[in-house]
């Protein structure tokens, strides 16, 4: 059977070429200091509601912060590394972009994070599945696999993510994220989560705040996630990579992409010639 990871799905409903460079390929080029931050304040999340789930109570405050000062610093250590080796192929402005990138800024928003998470709604959580892994049939011979953060004694699952930008409560509904964690919930309990709660700390280094949408359920049924598995995969097979962005959108830009400058040779190779090129003999 093969077997799909949810995050590899997510890369090809966000960008069908970044799936191209990253999974037909295997080229890692995407360091970002960012991403080493909500991995940090992701890992100190988990472990204390895998604390909590134990005694009821998780770790305190200062603890968490600890944790994640510790687990940022190791994070930084494999960003330099891959920093290092993705460098000749970055553009001048991403990496001038990630050299601006200041560490203590993003320590001080991941610390106010913290602070936030802990006084207005660490009290309402009650853990029961942490990082519990999931998966699932989707026909066709594939299988998806994945992890959910974190589901609570009512049944309700939550998808704890850290943003800049204060969320939109209509994405929420269509977020195909969602619908495959409800899958993922009933493949592990055989039932499916009484709600779905995306819960997002809003970084800042002043006023860090907590937004929560909640939905009984997505739009998204399984009929239709499982149909769109299947596209994706076979899209996949079938070598059917684009750019799905508007001209001058920022995800497109030299500054945020890390496959800018593939990008820029798909484009005018075209595609075929820029298969022939990379796919190794
Ligand atoms: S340059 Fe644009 S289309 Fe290409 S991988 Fe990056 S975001 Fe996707």
Redesign the pocket.
């Known amino acids: 059977m093969r077997q799909v990871s949810f995050s590899q799905l997510m890369t090809y409903v966000r960008?069908p070429?970044?799936w191209l460079?990253r999974y037909k390929f295997g080229l890692k080029r995407s360091p970002k200091k960012v991403f080493k931050h909500g991995f940090a304040l992701h890992e100190t999340l988990a472990y204390h509601f895998d604390q909590k789930k134990k005694d009821g109570k998780g770790i305190p405050v200062a603890e968490a912060k600890e944790f994640f000062v510790g687990a940022f610093q190791n994070a930084l250590e494999d960003y330099v590394i891959e920093l290092e080796a993705a460098r000749p192929f970055l553009t001048r402005e991403y990496l001038s972009k990630e050299k601006g990138m200041k560490v203590e800024d993003l320590v001080e928003s991941g610390l106010k994070g913290i602070e936030v998470y802990y006084k207005k709604l660490n009290q309402y959580i009650k853990p029961d599945l942490v990082e519990e892994a999931f998966e699932f049939p989707a026909g066709k011979g594939i299988k998806v696999v994945g992890r959910i953060d974190m589901t609570d004694k009512q049944g309700v699952i939550h998808e704890l993510k850290t943003t800049r930008k204060s969320p939109n409560k209509q994405d929420i509904r269509v977020d195909p994220q969602l619908a495959i964690y409800q899958l993922g919930y009933h493949s592990i309990t055989g039932k499916y989560p009484k709600a779905i709660s995306k819960d997002y700390i809003v970084l800042s280094k002043k006023d860090s705040k907590i937004v929560r949408f909640q939905v009984a359920r997505p739009f998204v049924d399984r009929a239709t996630i499982l149909r769109n598995v299947n596209a994706i995969m076979e899209a996949a097979n079938r070598n059917i990579f684009y750019?799905?962005?508007p001209a001058e959108?920022w995800?497109?830009s030299k500054e945020?992409?890390?496959?800018?400058t593939?990008?820029q040779e798909?484009k005018k190779l075209g595609l075929q010639k820029f298969m022939a090129k990379y796919t190794k003999k």
């Open positions: 960008c070429e970044h460079f750019c799905l962005h959108s995800l497109c945020w992409c890390g496959y800018y593939l990008h798909l």
